[in-house]
């Protein structure tokens, strides 16, 4: 099951962020996305994720299509963003167990979940007292919780200690070694052998706004 | 059935742990429903006169101070991204919510209005209406509401806009929420009312859901 993204573009604004964007990944294969500020990582990884619309290009996961099958293509698909999506009434265990009911996985992972990101001994914490680090890994929680193949990881290490950077790493190169697909936009090396790199701003249009598809630069998944 | 379970449940504990529940709609029903005496006058024949119309429109208000953040908080902590990606369709997340929103405002209203009909000299007569139109309106109120705050889900303050955009909206049901106590007060079949004020609660129950997860895609582009 291949992720296949043909010649996207996108608007933010008036300004158009990237053109002519092509990826290809195969199983088991990682993308970073790299780049300056702006270039538009995180929409793309929204694009991906079915959280902005396709305007133009096309976005397929395996047979599924995203434009037009998206609840087929959201169910394979995992994305963690800037934002945390924590209340901080909850505990770090209510927050799994919703979101196991909500993405219908089983209750039994809940602990392994919060195992797996070293948050056990937090787990009857309310989410308020936990700091910046603790709540961006419960945050991340979710990716040992629910099973997707594809991962959209948004800066995934964004105020994780060295040690918990390399949890979050270790569970990417884990995921991708059981055949699960990555892409995640990141500035640390994740460690994952033979991954590839694409930088959004590449595709930005020049002074042409009619820019060329730059096939030159289509990433090629079978390659790793 | 299980996700929309849960998604209720989690919306009402979110309100019984940061909100205190229902009281402070009710609190502030409450409150505004005895303001009137203070404004108008403590003159009982007047009061009983407009108590149907000031009940109701107490319950409006109370109902819209909790509306602005019904989305939200969730989109500015990201978690109706974790919503929108789920297998529950944005739809079923609206009415989840739309539910919880009624459990925790318009059914507190519904035990304290008998509360604020005494205060406000409301002919006895008129209780088993005044209920009943709470009970058949106040959910048209957390649905029709809940396009508003979809709207201005993505605005740092929607609440004041949210308010501007949902009461026009609400004026169908306080008419016939309002007419149906009044006529029980004047030994007026009320049933008629009811029934038109139920109508639109029933029409909002399907149609509002769509509209308000449009407005919700918009919200978390």
Not at chain 1, 112 to 134: K, M, N, T, Y
Not at chain 1, 146 to 175: C, I, K, N, Y
Request: net charge neutral; hydrophobic share 55%; charged share 15%.
């Amino acid at each position: 099951m291949n992720l296949v993204a043909e010649n996207l573009r996108v608007t933010r604004g008036h300004r158009t962020v990237f053109a002519g964007l092509h990826l290809t990944l195969a199983p088991g294969g990682a993308l970073i996305l790299a780049g300056p500020n702006g270039a538009g990582k995180s929409t793309l990884l929204r694009i991906l994720a079915g959280l902005l619309p396709v305007k133009t290009g096309d976005v397929r996961l395996g047979e599924t299509p995203l434009r037009e099958d998206r609840a087929g293509f959201v169910d394979k698909v995992l994305h963690t963003g800037h934002l945390d999506a924590l209340k901080p009434a909850f505990t770090a265990r209510e927050t799994l167990a919703f979101q196991a009911d909500l993405y219908g996985a089983p209750p039994e992972r809940i602990d392994g979940a919060l195992d797996a990101l070293d948050l056990g001994f937090l787990a009857d914490q309310p989410v308020r007292v936990l700091s910046a680090g603790q709540k961006r890994r419960l945050g991340l929680a979710r990716l040992a919780l629910v099973e997707r193949p594809l991962w959209l990881l948004d800066e995934p290490t964004v105020s994780l200690d060295a040690r918990s950077a390399g949890r979050v790493a270790q569970m990417a190169r884990d995921h991708c070694a059981a055949g699960g697909m990555v892409v995640a936009a990141t500035h640390i090396d994740l460690g994952i052998e033979g991954a590839a790199r694409l930088d959004p701003a590449s595709f930005a249009p020049g002074e042409d706004p009619a820019m060329p598809t730059r096939d030159d630069a289509v990433l090629d998944g079978d390659a790793w | 059935m299980k996700a929309f379970l849960a998604l209720i449940r989690r919306d009402l504990a979110i309100a019984f742990r940061t909100g205190g529940g229902g009281a402070l709609g009710v609190a502030f029903f409450v409150i505004a429903a005895t303001l009137v005496p203070f404004g108008v006058g403590p003159l009982p024949e007047l009061l009983s006169r407009i108590a149907p119309g000031m009940l109701w429109i107490a319950a409006l208000l109370a109902c819209l101070l909790t509306l602005d953040r019904l989305f939200q908080a969730d989109v500015e902590d990201g978690s109706m991204d974790v919503l929108a990606l789920s297998p529950v369709p944005l739809e079923m997340v609206v009415l989840a919510k739309c539910i919880a929103h009624w459990l925790t405002t318009g059914l507190p209203l519904l035990l304290a209005a008998p509360v604020m009909a005494l205060t406000l000299r409301m002919p006895e007569v008129s209780y088993p209406a005044m209920i009943a139109s709470l009970a058949l309106g106040t959910p048209a109120l957390s649905l029709i509401g809940a396009i508003g705050a979809a709207l201005t889900a993505g605005m740092r303050r929607g609440g004041v806009l949210t308010a501007v955009l949902v009461l026009p909206l609400y004026v169908p049901t306080l008419i016939l929420g309002a007419l149906a106590v009044n006529a029980s007060a004047m030994d007026l079949p009320a049933a008629p009312y009811l029934m038109l004020s139920g109508a639109i609660t029933l029409a909002a129950l399907p149609l509002a859901p769509f509209v308000a997860a449009a407005c919700l895609r918009l919200a978390i582009r």
